[in-house]
C-alpha cells in the first residue's frame, strides 16, 4: 500500500520506523545495545530503591491462633479429600474398558494410594475429640476409596459423599472465618 493511502497519523508512525528519515528512533543515532552488555540510559533508574518494610504481624492471642490454625487444617483436608478424585475416575474408565493390565492402570493406583496417604496424614490434625474431629471422616473416605467399583453409578454415589464431607467443611471453615473475625474485633 503507498503512503499516500495511508490516513497521517499512520504515515507518522511508519516514518519512525525508516532508518533513512530523520524521525528514525526519535533522531537519537545512538544503537540499540543487544546481549544485555549495558542498559541504555533512558531506562536506567534511580541507584537504590528503598522497599518500605511490612509490618510486624499482629499477635490475636492463642484462641485467635488455635481457630486459624483448624481453619487452616480443614482447608487441607478438603483438599486432601478432592485429589482422590481424578485417580478414581481414571481407575474406573480405564477398568470399564477392560484395561486393568495396561501400566496407566497401575500408574491411576498408585496416584490413588498417594492420594489415601495424603489424607491420612491429616489425621495427626484432628487429635481432639469435639466437633471438629474428622478422624471418622478420613477412615470412612480412605476406606472407600479402595473398594473396587464397577459401575458409574458406584463410583457417583461414593463421590457424592465425599462432596457432601467437603460442603460441610466448607461451611465450617466459613463459621471459623466468622469467629477469627470476631476475635480480632476484640
Same mark, same amino acid.
Given at each position: 500500500?503507498?503512503?499516500?493511502?495511508?490516513?497521517?497519523?499512520?504515515?507518522?508512525?511508519?516514518?519512525?520506523?525508516?532508518?533513512?528519515?530523520?524521525?528514525?528512533?526519535?533522531? !537519537?543515532?545512538?544503537?540499540v545495545?543487544?546481549?544485555?552488555?549495558?542498559?541504555?540510559?533512558?531506562?536506567?533508574?534511580?541507584?537504590v530503591?528503598?522497599?518500605?518494610e511490612?509490618?510486624?504481624?499482629?499477635?490475636?492471642?492463642?484462641?485467635?491462633?488455635?481457630?486459624?490454625?483448624?481453619?487452616?487444617?480443614?482447608?487441607?483436608?478438603?483438599?486432601?479429600?478432592?485429589?482422590?478424585?481424578?485417580?478414581?475416575?481414571?481407575?474406573l $474408565?480405564?477398568?470399564?474398558?477392560?484395561?486393568?493390565? !495396561?501400566?496407566?492402570?497401575?500408574?491411576?493406583?498408585?496416584? $490413588?494410594?498417594?492420594?489415601?496417604?495424603?489424607? $491420612?496424614?491429616?489425621?495427626?490434625?484432628?487429635?481432639?475429640?469435639?466437633?471438629?474431629?474428622?478422624?471418622?471422616?478420613?477412615?470412612?473416605?480412605?476406606?472407600?476409596?479402595?473398594?473396587? $467399583?464397577?459401575?458409574?453409578?458406584?463410583?457417583? !454415589?461414593?463421590?457424592?459423599?465425599?462432596?457432601?464431607?467437603t460442603?460441610?467443611?466448607?461451611?465450617?471453615?466459613?463459621?471459623?472465618?466468622?469467629?477469627?473475625?470476631?476475635?480480632?474485633?476484640?
Open positions: 500500500m503507498a503512503d499516500e493511502q495511508l490516513p497521517a497519523d499512520h504515515v507518522a508512525f511508519a516514518a519512525q520506523f525508516d532508518r533513512s528519515g530523520p524521525e528514525f528512533h526519535a533522531g !537519537d543515532p545512538t544503537p545495545p543487544i546481549g544485555g552488555a549495558r542498559v541504555p540510559q533512558s531506562m536506567s533508574g534511580p541507584e530503591v528503598v522497599q518500605a511490612a509490618p510486624a504481624a499482629e499477635n490475636f492471642g492463642p484462641e485467635y491462633d488455635r481457630v486459624f490454625a483448624l481453619r487452616t487444617n480443614l482447608g487441607n483436608l478438603k483438599k486432601a479429600i478432592d485429589a482422590l478424585n481424578p485417580p478414581l475416575e481414571a481407575i $474408565r480405564l477398568r470399564l474398558a477392560g484395561k486393568e493390565s !495396561d501400566p496407566a492402570f497401575a500408574k491411576e493406583v498408585k496416584k $490413588r494410594d498417594d492420594a489415601i496417604a495424603a489424607l $491420612r496424614e491429616c489425621d495427626k490434625w484432628f487429635v481432639e475429640p469435639g466437633e471438629f474431629d474428622k478422624r471418622p471422616v478420613i477412615d470412612e473416605i480412605a476406606n472407600g476409596a479402595t473398594v473396587t $467399583r464397577t459401575t458409574a453409578e458406584e463410583q457417583a !454415589d461414593y463421590m457424592l459423599a465425599n462432596k457432601r464431607h460442603q460441610k467443611i466448607f461451611n465450617e471453615q466459613k463459621a471459623l472465618l466468622a469467629k477469627l473475625k470476631d476475635l480480632k474485633k476484640q
